[in-house]
């Protein structure tokens, strides 16, 4: 019996990356923000910022990733920051922008979207609620809601943590 061989690119062709990343916690300059350094640093997996970037399927002459993520307007804000920890809900905004290239550490291919799945993460952005409580809606449900609408995979980041940040 003979078996049937893919290579990834027949199978794959046509849809575009999703990617996971993670960067430091914006944080008030001073000691918040050597703090939030030295956590992201350390692999500090709580204290991290997360999000979504889509790479296209089609690459252009100037194609570029698209980065997706959610976080407070004003990150920097001491009074944001002590409102936020308090759990109470603060003005949240969806951020998109360009990147010439993935990032080289803490960047994990999660899967292939179908279809569009910039369209697809524009659509999901019109429907999220921009209210922000840490722990209940911010940035790792808004990955883990976004990696859902364009993959299917459920709870990505948990998925991430539980295997040390191996995809």
Same mark, same amino acid.
């Given at each position: 019996?003979?078996?049937?061989?893919?290579?990834?690119?027949?199978?794959?062709?046509?849809?575009?990356?999703?990617?996971?990343?993670?960067?430091?916690?914006?944080?008030?300059?001073?000691?918040?923000?050597?703090?939030?350094?030295?956590?992201?640093?350390?692999?500090?997996?709580?204290?991290?910022?997360?999000?979504?970037?889509?790479?296209?399927?089609?690459?252009?002459?100037?194609?570029?990733?698209?980065?997706?993520?959610?976080?407070?307007?004003?990150?920097?804000?001491?009074?944001?920051?002590?409102?936020?920890?308090?759990?109470?809900?603060?003005?949240?905004?969806?951020?998109?922008?360009?990147? /010439?290239?993935?990032?080289?550490? /803490?960047?994990?291919?999660?899967?292939?979207?179908?279809?569009?799945?910039?369209?697809?993460?524009?659509?999901?952005?019109?429907?999220?609620?921009?209210?922000? /409580?840490?722990?209940?809606?911010?940035? /790792?449900?808004?990955?883990?809601?976004?990696?859902?609408?364009?993959?299917?995979?459920?709870?990505?980041?948990?998925?991430?943590?539980?295997?040390?940040?191996?995809?």
């Amino acid at each position: 019996m003979s078996s049937l061989s893919f290579t990834k690119s027949s199978l794959t062709r046509g849809k575009d990356e999703v990617y996971v990343a993670a960067v430091a916690l914006r944080a008030t300059k001073g000691p918040a923000q050597l703090f939030m350094s030295a956590a992201y640093s350390l692999g500090v997996w709580d204290l991290q910022h997360f999000m979504v970037i889509i790479k296209p399927s089609a690459p252009h002459l100037n194609s570029q990733a698209t980065v997706f993520d959610f976080q407070p307007e004003d990150p920097e804000d001491i009074y944001t920051a002590l409102a936020a920890l308090s759990g109470r809900a603060v003005p949240g905004v969806v951020l998109t922008r360009k990147l /010439r290239k993935l990032p080289r550490s /803490r960047c994990w291919f999660v899967g292939y979207g179908e279809g569009d799945a910039v369209d697809k993460a524009y659509e999901f952005n019109n429907t999220w609620e921009v209210d922000l /409580r840490v722990g209940l809606h911010d940035c /790792r449900h808004y990955t883990n809601g976004l990696v859902e609408q364009l993959t299917g995979e459920k709870l990505v980041l948990e998925h991430l943590r539980s295997n040390g940040g191996q995809s």
